[in-house]
């Protein structure tokens, strides 16, 4: 027993291991893909509504109430304002009183002619009986009959004529509400109870559509060829730093700005979570066109140690480590360059555990 111990020691110490079995685990493999780097140029914009106007009053009056300060988020047919105007009021119940009036005139019309029609009527009767009514009768009769008509229409003419001007006056009077044109937010306000308001001229409210922006792009005339209608862009914005938007390309105007040279392209941005304002000026991350092709892998076959960066190509069923140089990432995927090509197998979750050499079981 004791020759047994001795003879052991004096061998490698890999006679008195037991024996591993030489096999791995499957490894996932994956093919390196060759795509289009897209090329983005950083261009300044400008965040504006889709939608604004000052609302103005439509009629002189005071102002009796405003309903809506600055940041009030208003929805299409909101009453904004409410004015006071005496003799527009006086005005409509004026031409109200006029409607009655011409149209109890018209009624009393109408029985006159019923009464002369009615009596032409019998005279014609009676006529039918020589001798029995005199011909200047009848005449006289035909032609009271014909006034009644005319003066029936003359009635219900001004009947008409009274109608439209108690429309004028009552649309008038709607305008002392002002109400939301479109939905948006009130940005501005001008004006308190008990001001004089000429209407047309002086602004109340400023209204702003700020669910719905225009992001203006100016794209210089060098990239102006690559436009496409449709085309999502990605920015940014200075008040959320490390949050991105997206916004495609809406309005192409096909014609440049003869001061700056550029092209005003617009785009349609959805303020959803309402992050987004008037006036922001974003960076635009604008496409150009497709630059070189490069070869992606998955972000996990890189592996990345202190003295070197390298995937684990599949060389005749056995790993090689293949020195790679990192580029942009897409998605899950990042561009490398190195002594690898499209179609070859890498493993997708790599480490240096795997070493060269090393059998790659699928």
Known sequence: MFIHKRICLALPLACCLPAFSQSLAPVEMVKVESRPSARTVPLTAEL???????????????????????????HKGQLLVQLSAPEINSQTAASEANVHQAEAEAAQAEAQEAAAESTSAKLQDA?????????????????????????????????????????ASQAMESYLRVIAPFDGMITDRF?????????????MLKL????????????????????????????????????????????????????SRAMMVELDVYNKDGSLAPGMYPTVDWPVGAGENLLFVPSTSVVTTTERTFVIASVNGRARWVDVRKGPVAGESVSVRGQIAAG???????SDEIREGTPLAK
């Open 208 to 259: 702003q559509q700020v669910a719905h922006l225009r992001l203006v792009v100016p794209v210089p005339e060098t990239y102006t060829g690559s436009i496409v209608k449709g085309t999502t862009a990605i920015f940014h914005v200075p008040a959320h730093p490390g949050k991105s938007y997206s916004a495609k390309v809406a309005r192409i105007p096909d014609a440049l700005d003869q001061q």
């Open 48 to 74: 504006a509504p889709f939608l604004q106007t000052d609302i103005e009053a439509r009629a002189p009056g005071y102002v009796e109430k405003v309903l809506v300060d600055r940041g009030s988020l208003v």
């Open 191 to 203: 004006v308190n109870p008990g001001m004089l308001i000429d209407g047309g001229h002086t602004p």
């Open 127 to 167: 006529a039918k009986t020589p001798g029995a009514v005199a011909g200047n009768e009848l005449l006289q009769a035909q032609k009271q009959r014909a006034a009644a008509q005319a003066l029936v229409d003359s009635r219900k003419a001004a009947v008409r004529t009274a109608k439209e001007r108690l429309q």
């Open 344 to 350: 070859q197998e890498v493993v997708k979750r790599a």
